[in-house]
């Protein structure tokens, strides 16, 4: 299990440009490398800020989020034709095994996290399907994001890959957040 689930009461502080200081939707993008025709999966998508930035290279994107209000906060700014809001958590996700070419995940793992959650994350991705994995670290200084304790560092977060069937294909520690991008 993971920790806290995010307040929807401060979703509108996820709307915020400066966020691209810790993700950019450049290495997002590119570190998934979708095809024109994938249909990937957003795990705790929020208001859709980084799901925006992903929706254009994709043909079907299924934001999902386990707080209808996210969703509501997402209607309000737009959503993309492409993207499809789906309420559920992600340890049960309402899609067929292997039905996902990719998922992402940005600043959420260390609320879901756990063998049930990735387990399932591994079951809707198709064999080979990459999972691109953004959060804060365990091993951040703290000068922003949940507290450091609820958070896992990159080694961390690797292992519980491993463990529900992911290849670790790169993971690295930044000052504050970690990135890893794993294949089914
Ligand atoms: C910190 S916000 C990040 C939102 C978005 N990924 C972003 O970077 O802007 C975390 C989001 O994950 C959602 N969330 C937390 N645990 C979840 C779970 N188990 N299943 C689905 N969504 C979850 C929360 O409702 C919240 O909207």
Same mark, same amino acid.
């Given at each position: 299990?993971? $920790?806290?689930?995010?307040?929807?009461?401060?979703?509108?502080?996820?709307?915020?440009?400066?966020?691209?200081?810790?993700?950019?939707?450049?290495?997002?993008?590119?570190?998934?490398?979708?095809? !024109? *025709?994938?249909?990937?999966?957003?795990?705790?998508?929020?208001?859709?800020?980084?799901?925006?930035?992903?929706?254009?290279?994709?043909?079907?994107?299924?934001?999902? *989020?386990?707080?209808?209000?996210?969703?509501?906060?997402?209607?309000?700014?737009?959503?993309?034709?492409?993207?499809?809001?789906?309420?559920?958590?992600?340890?049960?996700?309402? $899609?067929? *095994?292997?039905?996902?070419?990719?998922?992402?995940?940005?600043?959420?793992?260390?609320?879901?996290?756990?063998?049930?959650?990735?387990?399932?994350?591994?079951?809707?991705?198709?064999?080979?399907?990459?999972?691109?994995?953004?959060?804060?670290?365990?091993?951040?200084?703290?000068?922003?994001?949940?507290?450091?304790?609820? +958070? $896992? !560092?990159?080694?961390?977060?690797?292992?519980?890959?491993? *463990?529900?069937? $992911?290849?670790?294909?790169?993971?690295?520690?930044?000052?504050?957040?970690?990135?890893?991008?794993?294949? +089914?």
């Amino acid at each position: 299990m993971g $920790f806290h689930t995010f307040d929807a009461e401060k979703a509108e502080k996820l709307e915020d440009d400066s966020r691209y200081r810790y993700v950019s939707r450049e290495e997002l993008v590119g570190s998934l490398d979708p095809s !024109d *025709d994938d249909v990937v999966a957003d795990l705790g998508s929020g208001t859709g800020f980084y799901t925006d930035d992903v929706a254009p290279h994709v043909e079907q994107l299924y934001a999902v *989020d386990v707080q209808e209000p996210m969703h509501d906060q997402y209607r309000k700014k737009g959503v993309p034709e492409n993207v499809s809001l789906v309420t559920a958590n992600v340890a049960e996700l309402p $899609f067929d *095994d292997g039905e996902l070419d990719g998922a992402f995940s940005t600043m959420t793992f260390h609320e879901f996290a756990g063998e049930d959650a990735l387990a399932e994350v591994a079951r809707v991705l198709a064999d080979g399907g990459r999972l691109v994995v953004a959060d804060w670290s365990g091993k951040g200084i703290g000068e922003s994001g949940p507290p450091v304790d609820e +958070r $896992f !560092d990159v080694d961390e977060a690797s292992e519980q890959l491993v *463990d529900a069937g $992911f290849t670790v294909e790169h993971g690295y520690e930044r000052p504050e957040t970690f990135f890893l991008v794993a294949r +089914r």
